[in-house]
């Protein structure tokens, strides 16, 4: 949510911009400079002063409140609270997931046995979260980083791993477009992180096709899901036989 500080501060951008000085603003209120002057330096000011500077300016508060909101920073990671939430709540966890791929509330309603009313709920519910900021017509804005995973030791982790993993990795693998990969090997630990960057541009880059290919018509669609992982690990059995 925008504070009046952050309204300010970008009225001080929008001010230079405009090649407007406080003189101008001034003069452009009706008021005395050093009043103008005052004021953006407490940054703090009444709405309606806002909206007059606004106009002055010839922007629209509207306009305004959106730049704040688009220079929030986003979040790379939630909270261990936020994640309890998200998981609580089956159906949140299922919008959650298909608003990180993007999904609009009628995909959601189509697909899954999901009422409007509860897609706008659980919207609702993740605006609050700080995962998206809801706009008019059900449409919504992501507030996640490109960088933005689960916690690895949260609570969505590890509803992962006791009902999704066996889920997942139950399957052969051997349909249209599916591969899985599995690699052993020992390499220098310098050199394990520049793997993990690779790996984390190659999910990017999913993510972003992903983006791409919602132009494209549903029937040429299909959901596909993405693990990627690398570890120092082996396996318990192997482990227990060595000397």
């Given amino acids: ?83 309890r939430t998200v998981v609580a709540d089956e159906k949140l966890l299922l919008v959650a997931v298909n608003v990180l791929s993007q999904w609009t509330a009628e995909q959601m309603t189509s697909a899954y046995r999901l009422t409007e009313a509860e897609v706008v709920k659980y919207l609702a519910q993740l605006d609050r979260i700080g995962i998206i900021e809801l706009k008019p017509g059900n449409r919504y804005r992501l507030k996640l980083a490109k960088t933005f ?11 992962f791993r006791e009902h999704v993993v066996l889920d997942y990795f139950g399957g052969g693998f051997d349909g249209h477009g599916e591969g899985l990969l599995l690699v052993h090997g020992s390499i220098s630990s310098a050199l394990a992180p520049s793997f993990i960057e690779r790996l984390q541009r190659v999910a990017q880059d999913f993510a972003q096709q992903h983006q791409t290919d919602q132009k494209l018509p549903p029937a040429q669609r299909r959901g596909y899901t993405l693990v990627l992982g690398m570890r120092d690990w082996e396996l318990a059995a192997f482990a227990r036989l060595r000397r």
């Fill in 149 to 159: 995973r689960w916690r690895p030791h949260g609570p969505v982790m590890q509803f």
């Fill in 1 to 83: 949510m925008s504070t009046t500080a952050d309204l300010v501060t970008h009225l001080k951008a929008a001010l230079k911009a405009a090649h407007m000085t406080y003189a101008d603003l001034a003069q452009a209120l009706g008021m005395a400079e050093s009043s103008v002057k005052r004021m953006f330096a407490k940054g703090d000011m009444p709405l309606s002063r806002i909206d007059a500077i606004c106009r002055a300016l010839k922007m629209d508060f509207a306009e305004l409140a959106q730049r704040v909101a688009d220079a929030q920073p986003l979040l790379a990671e939630l909270t261990l609270e936020q994640e």
